[in-house]
């Protein structure tokens, strides 16, 4: 029988290396099947004052309320 006989890979490094790659999995699954980090209805990269001219475009805001939060936006 080999001297290893208890260690399922071997080594302890490769159970190192097993358990890592099982957590890097793990936390890319679970943050695919929550959308990530991005809110809904925007783009990876959009500023504060793209999602502003958006919601103005859309009607969602009027003109004083966009010129008020672009103003703040500045600050």
């Known amino acids: ?3 290893n006989s208890g260690m399922l ?3 302890g490094l490769f159970m190192w290396i097993f358990w890592i790659l099982l957590i890097i999995i793990i ?3 679970v943050k695919t099947l929550t ?3 991005t ?3 925007t783009t990876p990269g959009e ?3 793209d999602i502003l001219r958006k919601r103005y475009a ?4 009027d003109e004083q309320e966009f ?4 103003r703040e936006l500045d600050h």
């Open 39 to 41: 809110p809904p209805g």
């Open 9 to 11: 890979f071997g080594s």
């Open 47 to 49: 500023t504060p004052l």
């Open 27 to 29: 936390i890319a699954l």
């Open 1 to 3: 029988m080999g001297g």
């Open 58 to 61: 859309r009607g969602k805001i």
């Open 67 to 70: 010129e008020r939060k672009r």
């Open 35 to 37: 959308g990530g980090s």
